[in-house]
């Protein structure tokens, strides 16, 4: 079936460090979501890119929709402790399902 | 506007037990979709039921059943309970097919 490969799976950095993950496929997709979620929590969604080249910004997130439409990055700058968490990748399929990547967590080096 | 919720949060069973959990979506969203999710695994589809009506499926054993009423409450059921069935069961809602979903805090299952 259709996967999102997702790395890396995860990061240890600094407080204050840029941070940069990315989703790749084998097939094109038209959605791609970042998700993070927090221990205890749901995925809760940070950013949706909905056209090629499309560079979407939240903040201190920035995240792109590649111009081949078969993958995605997410950067995250000036690291701050409430950053750490599991960031998730997600596309949306032909029958609308979200499809998953494995997720990169993200850990803050003390 | 209150957020999605599951219960119950946390729960343990034994093999061959079954189980009923809850999701209560946000108010006004009509699709509501299941997902299992394992340490270390992406969220793994289960279904996800629009007006009642289950609209799509994943790969999953018939164990898994779900159902969705008209006030688009919706409750996911696993008969037969497995070890392997441990895991984090998250429900999201969104307006409609396709839309933005929001998820609940899930619910957390053991099987022992």
């Known amino acids: 079936g259709q996967q999102l490969n997702q790395s890396p799976q995860s990061m240890f950095i600094q407080e204050g460090e840029d941070v940069s993950m990315n989703c790749t496929s084998s097939s094109i997709f038209n959605t791609w979501l970042w998700y993070k979620q927090e221990p205890g929590e749901g995925p809760v969604l940070l950013i949706a890119l909905y056209k090629a080249g499309e560079l979407t910004s939240n903040g201190r997130l920035t995240a792109q929709f590649g111009i081949t439409r078969k993958d995605s990055f997410l950067n995250i700058s000036a690291s701050i402790p409430s950053d750490v968490g599991i960031y998730f990748c997600a596309s949306m399929d032909s029958n609308y399902q979200l499809i998953w990547g494995a997720g990169t967590k993200l850990i803050i080096k003390p | 506007k209150a957020g999605v919720t599951q219960t119950p949060r946390y729960l343990i069973k034994t093999r061959g037990q079954q189980v009923t959990l809850s999701c209560s979506p946000i108010s006004g969203h009509r699709s509501v979709s299941w997902y299992q999710q394992t340490p270390g695994q992406g969220l793994q589809f289960l279904f996800e039921y629009f007006s009642e009506t289950q609209r799509n499926k994943g790969n999953f054993p018939g164990r898994f059943s779900g159902r969705q009423f008209s006030n688009s409450r919706s409750e996911m059921n696993v008969s037969t309970l497995e070890l392997g069935d441990s895991a984090l069961y998250l429900c999201?809602?969104?307006?409609?097919?396709?839309?933005?979903?929001?998820f609940g805090p899930g619910t957390r299952l053991l099987v022992l």
């Open positions: 999201a809602s969104s307006v409609g097919t396709g839309e933005t979903q929001y």
